[in-house]
């Protein structure tokens, strides 16, 4: 019997969303929560430090990347990615699963595994199940994902089973290797993945698989890959109907307002993104009246802060036209402070999620923010 490691503390009167902690191997963390992306095992143009004065418990790095630079020997010998990086609350890996899927042209599926060519040599490596779960035990991540089959919106369903068939090979695979890992004294745990692409009774019968394996938490897959909102929405609330209540569940690749109330809506605990921080890189922010885009020349003489209602220290000390003007200078401050307003807002946000769950109001929170912020009424 695999031990839980998720408390559900209060499910909303108005609909599926929960709040809940998760146990983790280096502390806990309230859900639902969104995790910054840090695929290199750094959080780009911020320190660790400044995501710790935020509020994160948790945040990614990215297996594929650090297996091939510098290394799971290298990291393990500096004592996994906490004594790498330093930082010292949890690290989610995911499995490279995605990144040998967008790499298509360098890469070759098989019932063994993910043969494929490192885009930064051209060497030639095999990701199996197994070895992709040795890899992150090197990492000693917190949460580990299983290596999976990624598909892409609109391929046929010929194409889509066999991709699921074999995802649910290799997690039966991935299980087998954690076990053993766990045997030897691993505290992180491995988290299944639900594929199906967008046909339902492939989704059924990937939820039913996934839930019959008994992992501690399960991720939804195949969603976020070029379909319409429409259709993310409607597939992720019919695929988590058919996942058992009590599990912590994660949907990769959102990290919009408007896609993580409607996450949040479907009764999701967690998810990630890039987007905040790369969107910050190219000078735009989140604010509560929409995105704003600080190198447009009216805010060359404006010296109000980029959201008059956010607390960080970004819109507590700088202007819009200091950030402008950091901007159009290519400052690497400009990466550092935006990507660390986008992140505070995000964090505050889901702060704010979690209180309107807590108190029953969340569908009116949701209606209400996303009123307010895609009329987009930035003055």
């Keep these: 019997m695999i031990e839980s ?204 698989f996934v839930s019959e394996l008994d992992l501690p938490a399960i991720a939804i897959g195949g969603l976020s890959v070029g379909e319409p909102a429409e259709t993310f929405a409607s597939m992720l609330c019919f695929t988590v109907g058919h996942l058992p209540k009590e599990k912590a569940k994660y949907v990769m690749g959102i990290g919009t307002p408007d896609y993580i109330l409607e996450a949040v809506h479907s009764g999701i605990d967690m998810f990630d993104c890039v987007l905040p921080t790369r969107n910050a890189r190219n000078g735009s922010y989140f604010t509560r009246d929409g995105k704003l885009s600080i190198k447009q020349e009216r805010f060359a003489h404006d010296f109000t802060p980029i959201d008059p209602e956010c607390n960080c220290k970004v819109c507590r000390t700088y202007s819009r036209a200091y950030l402008r003007h950091l901007f159009k200078e290519q400052e690497i401050l400009s990466c550092t402070l935006a990507s660390y307003h986008n992140l505070y807002f995000l964090h505050n946000m889901m702060h704010e999620i979690r209180t309107a769950i807590n108190e029953d109001r969340f569908e009116e929170y949701r209606t209400s923010f996303l009123k307010r912020y895609n009329a987009g009424n930035i003055k």
């Design 5 to 208: 490691i998720f408390d559900i503390h209060h499910e909303s009167a108005d609909g599926k969303a929960r709040t809940g902690t998760l146990h983790l191997a280096h502390g806990d963390v309230q859900t639902p929560v969104f995790m910054p992306v840090g695929t290199n095992a750094t959080v780009k143009a911020l320190t660790k430090d400044d995501l710790d004065e935020i509020g994160f418990e948790i945040i990614l790095a990215n297996t594929y990347h650090l297996y091939l630079r510098p290394g799971s020997d290298i990291i393990e010998e500096a004592g996994g990615l906490h004594g790498f990086s330093k930082w010292s609350k949890n690290f989610l890996t995911d499995s490279g699963g995605f990144q040998v899927w967008s790499l298509s042209p360098l890469r070759k599926i098989t019932e063994e595994g993910a043969l494929f060519r490192s885009n930064i040599d051209g060497s030639k490596h095999l990701f199996t199940p197994e070895k992709v779960v040795s890899v992150q035990t090197q990492f000693n991540s917190d949460i580990q994902m299983q290596l999976d089959v990624c598909t892409g919106f609109g391929i046929d369903k010929k194409e889509a089973l066999h991709a699921l068939k074999i995802t649910e090979n290799w997690a039966k695979r991935a299980k087998a290797e954690w076990l053993k890992k766990r045997d030897n004294g691993y505290k992180g745990i491995l988290m299944p993945i639900v594929q199906g692409n967008f046909f339902e009774d492939l989704r059924v019968r990937s939820a039913e």
